[in-house]
């Protein structure tokens, strides 16, 4: 230990504080706040603060309740240079019933409202708290009493150890006095961002309006007023896992105009946006606020019929199987669209078309993930009501047993479509093991190892038949 390191904590042991200094929100200078999408918040304080020379103790209040405390971090920004010798961050915070536990074997006053010639008087009477436990016990004139009927209780004092917000308290050495600009930082739990976006469509099904918004909930403990707003897209690697949050009590959403509200940059391998304005963030508040704004997107509507291993290394007897036909629909993020050719954060997009009286109407939603520009997005929406598959095995062979199991199987699929519109269908088989495609009806595209897929028109009102027989090698 160095001669400097030595005097500073003989000073320390010795020290009655030179300054005892109390900083709350309302001397903040400036608050920004970066959310992350895992539940965490990390706070970024300005404050200013009046130093003696020597030890103070500082008070710095108001900070999260869900604070981890090893991330704090304090330095001086402005004014002379200081050390932080001690850190602690006290969370005993005040409530009835703690208050209760720390005057156990003390004397207080109950008072007691009675009713005297029509009006209301007061009685007071000292009583020792000899235990809160399930309820409480007295000793009140030399008799023991168990929750006695009293409309309150007046306390002489707030226990020292008893504070009303979580506080963080510094032992900070001033080599001279003077004030300072401090910025204190740490990460909170509590706090969590997802991005949501609606997905408008047009009449004919080929166009589409999308709104992008995040909602941000605060659960932290605290509010930041005006603070300067960043989130981080991304999947930043966490020591150990989040704790589940809350939902927060209280709703807020910022309406935007078309231009975008936050500006996007690259940070590491994530990407972060930052609101071009000042927001205020509450405790136990939901806030939405628009992220983007894009017309005139380009879809694609796709029709899927998806099958499975199993179809081809065994027999399927019986009546034909039914089978659902999804509905997907897709669009590129390019700058080609304005308002689009950004990183996307992921989220959930609800996709709405309007009836015929004009009424938005939910017809599906999907996750994406976090997607880059210049990439396709393909939304599940469902199920189509009117393509209907029937799918049945004609034929089926074992071929051979060495050197490997090898097998020969007939496939027959119905596709009916009873729309006003003709429709393509594509069909995906996945097929485990080494396969030939013996015969097929229509054209088929070997699209992966263990995949093929065909486009199959059906007229409007129509019936197209798929039939193919291939071999297997297991």
């Known amino acids: 230990m160095t001669r400097k390191a030595t005097a500073v904590l003989l000073t320390l042991s010795q020290a009655t504080y030179a300054s005892q200094v109390t900083s709350s929100a309302e001397s903040r200078v400036s608050v920004a706040v970066t959310v992350y999408n895992d539940g965490r918040g990390l706070v970024r304080e300005e404050r200013n603060i009046d130093l003696a020379a020597g030890v103070n103790e500082v008070r710095f209040m108001e900070v999260a309740e869900q604070i981890q405390a090893p991330t704090v971090r304090v330095a001086p920004i402005e004014g002379a240079p200081f050390n932080v010798l001690e850190q602690n961050y006290e969370y005993d915070l005040l409530s009835p019933a703690k208050l209760l536990d720390k005057f156990v074997g003390q ?52 226990p020292g150890n008893l504070i009303a917000k979580p506080t963080l308290v510094w ?60 989130l981080v897209a991304g999947d930043v690697h966490k020591a150990q896992p989040p704790r589940p949050q809350l939902l927060g009590r209280q709703v807020s959403m910022e309406m935007a105009s078309a231009k975008q509200s936050f500006a996007e940059e690259g940070l590491f391998e994530y990407h972060l946006y930052t609101l071009d304005r000042p927001s205020t963030i509450k405790n136990a508040q939901t806030k939405q606020i628009q992220l983007l704004q894009a017309e005139g997107i380009r879809i694609v509507k796709d029709y ?19 089978e659902k036909i999804k509905v997907f629909i897709g669009f590129k993020n390019t700058e080609a669209t304005p308002g689009l050719g950004q990183p996307l954060p992921k989220g959930i997009v609800r996709v709405f078309k309007k009836d015929r009286s004009g009424s938005p109407q939910l017809i599906g939603e999907d996750n994406i993930d976090h997607t880059p520009r210049n990439e396709e997005i393909k939304l599940e929406l469902g199920n189509a009501f ?28 119905k596709i009916r479509n009873q729309k006003d519109t003709p429709v393509t269908v594509r069909v995906v088989e996945p097929i485990g093991g080494e396969w030939t495609m013996i015969e097929t009806s229509h054209p088929n595209r070997k699209t992966a190892a263990f995949e093929s897929q065909w486009d199959i028109p059906v007229a409007a009102g129509g019936e197209t038949v798929l039939t193919y027989r291939l071999r297997v090698k297991y």
């Open 107 to 158: 004397t207080i006053t109950l008072v007691q409202q009675k009713m005297m010639n029509n009006s209301t008087v007061e009685e007071s009477v000292e009583a020792k708290l000899l235990s809160n436990n399930a309820g409480t016990v007295w000793e009140i004139g030399g008799k023991i009493v168990v929750n006695p009927a009293y409309s309150r209780m007046v306390f002489p004092n707030v």
């Open 171 to 230: 032992q900070i050495a001033a080599p001279t006095a003077g004030r300072r600009k401090i910025e204190a930082s740490y990460i909170t739990g509590g706090m969590q961002w997802s991005a949501d976006y609606v997905l408008s469509l047009d009449a004919a099904e080929e166009k589409a309006g999308l709104q992008g918004w995040v909602t941000i909930n605060n659960n932290s403990g605290a509010s930041y007023k005006d603070a300067k707003l960043k």
């Open 304 to 322: 899927v019929l998806s099958g499975g291993t199993h179809y081809f290394q065994s027999v399927w007897s019986g009546p034909a199987s039914k």
């Open 386 to 413: 009117d393509i209907v598959a029937e799918r049945r095995q004609t034929d089926f062979r074992h071929l051979a047993t060495r050197p490997a199991n090898t097998y020969e199987s007939a496939h027959e699929i």
